[in-house]
Antibody, heavy 123, light 106 residues
Framework: QVQLQESGPGLVKPSETLSLTCSVS?????????WGWIRQPPGKGLEWIGN???????YYNPSLKGRVTMSVDTSKNQFSLKLTSVTAADTAVYYC????????????????WGQGTLVTVSS | DIQMTQSPSSLSASVGDRVTITCRAT??????LNWYQQTQGTAPKILIY???SLQNGVPSRFSGSGSGTDFTLTISSLQPEDFATYYC?????????FGGGTRVEI
């Protein structure tokens, strides 16, 4: 059973960098699949942040205007998110996800999800 | 970006009711449409992928249909554990985008 677990500071000051790590168990990142991050501001909907492949190839949501960087550490079976120059608008529950896919097709979806971690941006 | 609009934003229903939620995309996304369920305080869970394919382990009372720009999630007989918020998501193009959610209440 594949499980994902987010970790990182729950409080970040404005203008600083938000850093989160997702630890994966039950599946080797090196096997393949894309891995990613999705966030949800309190009481609001879901926003896709970006995806990264185990090789390090990544693509991000343009709405975040170049503030996002993702990385993979296959030796630790983890992947990470960095979001720079944060503001209160970045306060959200951050979920790490695996992008699953139907074999032989281009259909894909997010499964499983980590339990989520709340990151608050405040001084 | 492709915008996803769900309706209604909330609905009230009773156990045993048939419930239908719609999702509309601002452009043709073929059947690159997924549905998720989120219960209070938990992460979303995939229900339907590729518009109409039921994820393993999801009860058969859930079904999805549609193609192009208009999609539907149907719960044939609402159960107590189905009271939750439902989101559609398009996986046709980057950035992937979600609908605003439909809250199903008692």
């Amino acid at each position: 059973q594949v499980q994902l677990q987010e970790s990182g500071p729950g409080l970040v000051k404005p203008s600083e960098t938000l850093s989160l790590t997702c630890s994966v168990s039950g599946f080797s990142i090196s096997t393949g699949r894309y891995w990613g991050w999705i966030r949800q501001p309190p009481g609001k909907g879901l926003e896709w942040i970006g995806n990264i492949y185990y090789s390090g190839s990544a693509y991000y949501n343009p709405s975040l205007k170049g503030r996002v960087t993702m990385s993979v550490d296959t030796s630790k079976n983890q992947f990470s998110l960095k979001l720079t120059s944060v503001t209160a608008a970045d306060t959200a529950v951050y979920y790490c996800v695996r992008r699953d896919a139907a074999d032989g097709t281009s259909f894909h979806w997010f499964d499983p999800w980590g339990q989520g971690t709340l990151v608050t941006v405040s001084s | 970006d492709i915008q996803m609009t769900q309706s209604p934003s909330s609905l009230s229903a009773s156990v045993g009711d048939r419930v239908t939620i719609t999702c509309r995309a601002t452009q043709n996304i073929s059947n690159y449409l997924n549905w998720y369920q989120q219960t209070q305080g938990t992460a979303p869970k995939i229900l339907i992928y590729a518009a109409s394919s039921l994820q393993n382990g999801v009860p058969s009372r859930f079904s999805g249909s549609g193609s192009g720009t208009d999609f539907t999630l149907t719960i044939s007989s609402l159960q107590p554990e189905d009271f939750a918020t439902y989101y559609c998501q398009q996986s046709y193009s980057i950035p992937s985008t979600f609908g605003g959610g439909t809250r199903v209440e008692i």
